[in-house]
């Protein structure tokens, strides 16, 4: 029970994750795989972005239908900031998390006045507004998008201009992402979240506000989610609206769903799948979504509960 | 005679044309029981929101611990020391029990805002939950999730909840609500236990459990109090008789 229990801590499951994503990138860097390292750089981004989703759905009861919002906004200050002259990893990336937290609480401020289905529609429009401004950038390619500048630097250094450089810094970022969200949760503050999502009426009552804990954690997964887009950024090299459409936010949602939102690896699960069946059908077929929602309906009927319990079982808390 | 903790003065509340708290004045000294007992749509569930803060009443104040917090909301007053067991079972489902007093012990504690060292590190916090647990006999139940806890269980869970954040005040809504028999004589037990400890303000419809608890009772009858006196006093009440307990003996 205790051995299960630490090996379902925090730290050991963003050990896991990140070993997991290293071999496969050692396996890709071996076969000399660029497409394979690529797609690894873009799976791990994804996966920061879905635990970040996973942590506002499952842990804080937050069903937010704009989280495309904040990724966009991270890529927009990777290719902004480019067009100013600034690559560094340690100041873009720093600056894309401060964006889109500060997206996400300033609109959070105002979503968590509602509650339920009206969430999930207020942060749809939000998201859809950030589209829209985004769209009307001229200066940063409205409408098309554009090209960013280079890809980021480190500490002066251009190593992650090879794929296999970005993707150690994607994976990495995943891997910190677990481990800090996996321990907010498990804190008292994340006690507090989790609480407030079963029973808002009963933490009320105990004299504990939740607004306070429920924008913070909006912010923060917000800033995640930025970092993630400042990653999608640099592998594309190319930042457009399209990051900010809603049929994304309601992918992630899918990931989210379909790793189990009980837990936040579930969120890596369900973007490894779901970009996994991209690759893999994508090819045949741009209808690839069909297959993936046959996929989401499986899995919603066999078990219902995310792959995860499907492949582990047992509770997650 | 000592400053009673609580006390409610002159309360009226009215939803339109209909008045169901009616210059309502009571108060509760510590160390007592004081049960409030009433038939149905006799407004003792409005006077629980009152108390705790939940409805605002239109005239009247409630003092409590010697303060003014008839303007004051549900979170402020349960920071003050009102503890509270809800009418329908209130905890956090998918918690472990322990998880449950935890938070409650954390409300009281504070340092909601820790977002780093594990909740269940916090020896100080883990301990104060279960002593909870263990004055309301869960500690065997204390890793099973409050969801799956038999009805009675869960009753008790919302006890130690109250009771983790040191209240100087139970405010005990209907503890008995729905309990079969053996499990209701297990939870007056619990109360008994508790009686002495810190005063509790009763509302109750379970008359063997008001009489067996009660150092004093209120009546309230039509949103007004109609008595209030020991047990003795208002079961001899020939207006409480009539209106609530019925023509025969129920008590």
């Known amino acids: 029970m205790a051995r299960m229990s630490r090996l379902r801590s925090p730290g050991a499951i963003a050990l896991l994750v990140t070993l997991g994503f290293l071999a496969a990138l050692a396996v890709a860097y071996v076969q000399d795989s660029t497409y394979w390292m690529a797609t690894l750089a873009r799976m791990a981004a994804l996966a ?115 794929d296999h450089g970005l993707a150690l810094l994607a994976i990495g970022l995943l891997g910190v992402g677990l481990f800090v969200l996996g321990r907010v949760t498990a804190s008292k503050f994340g006690l507090v979240l989790r609480a407030a999502r079963d029973n808002e009426t009963r933490v009320r009552a105990l004299g504990l506000a939740t607004y306070g804990h429920r924008l913070a954690a909006l912010a923060l997964a917000g800033g995640v989610a930025g970092l993630s887009g400042a990653l999608l950024a640099n592998q594309a090299e190319f930042v457009s609206p399209s990051y900010m459409n809603w049929h994304v936010s309601g992918q992630a949602i899918v990931m989210v769903a379909l790793g189990g939102a009980g837990h936040l690896v579930g969120g890596v699960i369900g973007a490894v799948a779901v970009t996994l069946l991209d690759e893999a059908i994508g090819h045949y077929t741009e209808y690839w979504k069909l297959g993936l929602g046959l996929v989401v309906v499986g899995a919603a009927l066999l078990r219902g509960r995310g792959l995860l319990r499907r492949i582990v079982g047992g509770q997650h808390d | 005679m000592t400053e009673p903790i609580l006390r409610l003065e002159n309360l009226s509340k009215s939803y339109g044309a209909l008045t169901v708290t009616s210059d309502v004045s009571l108060d509760l000294r510590p160390g007592e029981v004081h049960a409030l007992i009433g038939p149905n749509g006799a407004g003792k569930t409005t006077l629980v929101g009152e108390i705790a803060g939940a409805v605002t009443p239109d005239a009247g104040r409630i003092l409590f611990a010697g303060r003014d917090v008839t303007q004051l909301n549900v979170s402020a007053r349960a920071r003050l020391g009102l503890g509270r067991v809800f009418q329908i079972s209130q905890v956090v489902g998918s918690f472990s029990a322990r998880d449950n007093v935890r938070l409650a012990a954390l409300a009281h504690r504070g340092g909601s805002w820790g977002l780093w060292r594990p909740a269940s590190s916090d020896a100080a916090l883990t301990a104060a939950a279960d002593a909870a647990l263990d004055r309301v006999g869960l500690s065997a139940r204390a890793d099973v999730a409050a969801g799956v806890l038999a009805h009675g269980e869960r009753r008790a869970l919302e006890l130690a909840m109250a009771l983790a954040q040191a209240p100087k005040v139970l405010l005990l809504d209907e503890p008995m609500a729905g309990t079969g028999r053996a499990e209701g004589a297990r939870l007056t037990e619990l109360l008994l236990s508790l009686k002495g400890t810190l005063p509790m303000l009763l509302v109750e419809h379970d008359m063997a459990t008001v009489f067996a608890l009660a150092d004093r009772i209120t009546v309230l009858i039509g949103g007004a109090v109609a008595i209030t006196g020991t047990p003795e006093a208002v079961r001899a009440d020939p207006q409480v008789r009539r209106a609530y307990l019925g023509e025969e003996d129920a008590v």
């Open chain 1, 48 to 162: 920061l972005s879905a635990v970040s989703l996973s942590f506002l759905v499952g842990q804080a009861g937050l069903v937010s239908f704009g989280h495309a919002a904040p990724v966009g906004i991270g890529a927009y200050a990777v290719l902004i900031a480019g067009e100013f002259g600034v690559r560094e990893v340690m100041i873009v990336l720093p600056l894309a998390f401060a964006a889109a937290a500060l997206f996400s609480a300033l609109t959070g401020a105002i979503a968590l006045r509602t509650r339920g289905v009206y969430f999930i529609m207020i942060t749809l429009a939000f998201a859809q507004m950030a589209f829209y401004v985004a769209a009307s950038l001229s200066a940063f390619g409205g409408d098309d998008g554009m090209a960013i500048a280079g890809r980021s630097t480190f500490l002066g250094e251009r190593i992650l201009r090879r």
